[in-house]
């Protein structure tokens, strides 16, 4: 089955900083990535489909880059609404799915 | 537009078999061609998927769980369902029913499960 890794783990930043969140599969599964944010208590929110392609509706602060093995999320400016877990999950093998096991980004 | 919502005991004992059900509601899941399945995450801890079942009634299961795993449908009721078996500690977390429709997951709100005597 297909790993997912990330780094960091966790990382505190302010409001404003620009924030970059890697995830790594362990064979290449071209675009076939989204990412998650998760707060508390809620199931995950859909920012980023297909390794770059933004949800509808979420912040463009928020983007994605990557294919093959290695992706990245980027967040432009801190928002204070955005600090909480986030998650790649990759969908090339279907429905065989895994998931990466999560960044925590709190505050600085 | 489709949604989801979890049932079922939210304390199962140590060796006994944990049993959730999905109600799918906004429309007919055999309107739907979609993978409907069962996600968890333990208390502070990451996503593992558990496994799905296809409309037409294929399942595919986690590895790791396949040995204790039944997922199942019951289209004129409109809700599939989650049986668990032999569970321990370990199998505390949080639950949530999904359904894959081509290139994201649309979850349910999640309900928690606790295994405790």
């Known amino acids: 089955d297909i790993q997912m890794t990330q780094s960091p783990s966790s990382l505190s930043a302010s409001v404003g900083d620009r924030v970059t969140i890697t995830c790594r599969a362990s064979?290449?599964?071209?675009?076939?990535l989204n990412w998650y944010q998760q707060k508390p208590g809620n199931a995950p929110k859909l920012l980023i489909h297909g390794a770059s392609r933004l949800q509808s509706g979420v912040s463009s602060r928020f983007s994605g880059s990557g294919s093959g093995t290695d992706f990245t999320l980027t967040i432009s400016s801190l928002q204070p609404e955005d600090f909480a877990t986030y998650f790649c999950h990759q969908t090339y093998s279907t429905p065989f799915f895994t998931f990466g096991p999560g960044t925590k980004v709190d505050i600085k | 537009q489709l949604q989801l919502q979890e049932s079922g005991p939210g304390l199962v004992k140590p060796s006994e078999t944990l049993s959730l059900t999905c109600t799918v509601s906004?429309?007919?899941?055999?309107?739907?061609?979609?993978?409907w399945g069962w996600i968890r995450q333990p208390p502070g801890k990451g996503l593992e998927w558990i496994g799905s079942?296809?409309?037409?009634?294929?399942?595919y299961y986690n590895p790791s769980l396949k040995s204790r795993v039944t997922i199942s449908v019951d289209t004129s009721k409109n809700q599939f369902s989650l049986e668990l078996t032999s569970v321990t500690a370990a199998d505390t977390a949080v639950y949530f029913c999904d359904f894959w429709s081509g290139f994201h997951i649309t979850w349910g709100q999640g309900t928690l499960v606790t295994v405790s005597s």
């Open positions: 079942v296809y409309t037409g009634g294929s399942t």
């Open positions: 906004g429309d007919s899941m055999t309107n739907n061609n979609y993978y």
């Open positions: 064979q290449s599964i071209s675009h076939y």
